[in-house]
């Protein structure tokens, strides 16, 4: 079974639309979150940290539940410029970092 | 930008040959990782050094090795590459374990 799983798209949205993305992974132990953009063969950039309590970063909203081991993104009102891949990254051990394959977004005027 | 460099930026290898990918951490972080990332795939991490020394690896070959300075610059060495090395590969750095990464632009290895 994959360290994380991502639904991975597409996602083709109008501008001003409402996404949401899903992110689940296998290890309890896991113990810190991320979510990463890639833009087209660039490297990853981070988002934003997902924190237990949940957080907000502007238009970004991240959410974690541990009980169902579970991550999820929330951009609200798209922009052109948010067209991306989505990474949902996940670090067990300190050290090793597992990325899921990403959820790819497209923002449609 | 994250200041992470990398060098080179595109590199064209044949099967069988060695390879050596240069990386320079942000100022101020002693921990790199490097991943590789094949086409329509997240990154996956090959390895990680802390302070000089190997700190955890992922499932890749002993072909791959790698090595950090006291600079904290690191380096990737592939041996006997093989067609699947094909990828792009990214080093990370970051100011401690389990804290956020920060990657480099990537070098982009064909190997025909």
């Known amino acids: 079974r994959k360290e994380v799983e991502q639904d991975p798209g597409p996602f083709n949205v109008p501008e001003g639309a409402t996404v949401a993305f899903n992110c689940t992974y296998s290890?309890?132990?896991?113990?810190?979150f991320f979510w990463y953009r890639q833009d087209c063969r660039k490297e990853p950039k981070l988002l934003m940290s997902?924190?237990?309590s949940g957080n907000e970063d502007g238009r970004f909203t991240a959410q974690l539940n541990r009980a169902s081991q579970y991550i999820s993104l929330l951009i609200r009102d798209s922009k052109l410029s948010d067209s991306a891949t989505y990474l949902c990254?996940?670090?067990?051990?300190?050290?090793?970092?597992?990325f899921g394959t990403g959820t790819s977004l497209t923002v449609i005027p | 930008e994250t200041g992470v460099t990398q060098s080179p930026t595109h590199l064209i290898k044949t099967r069988g040959q060695q390879v050596t990918l240069r990386c320079s951490s942000q100022s101020g972080h002693n921990t790199v990782s490097w991943y590789q990332q094949a086409l329509g795939q997240g990154p996956q991490f090959i390895f990680q050094?802390?302070?000089?020394?190997?700190?955890g690896r992922g499932n890749f070959p002993p072909r791959f090795s790698g090595l950090q300075f006291p600079n904290y610059s690191s380096e990737l060495n592939v041996n006997a590459l093989e067609l699947d090395d094909s990828a792009l590969y990214l080093c990370?750095?970051?100011?401690?374990?389990?804290?956020?990464?920060?990657f480099g632009p990537g070098t982009r290895l064909t190997v025909t």
């Open positions: 050094y802390y302070r000089e020394e190997e700190n």
């Open positions: 997902v924190y237990s």
């Open positions: 990254v996940v670090n067990r051990d300190g050290n090793q970092f597992y």
């Open positions: 290890n309890s132990a896991s113990q810190s």
């Open positions: 990370a750095s970051t100011p401690g374990q389990g804290y956020e990464q920060y």
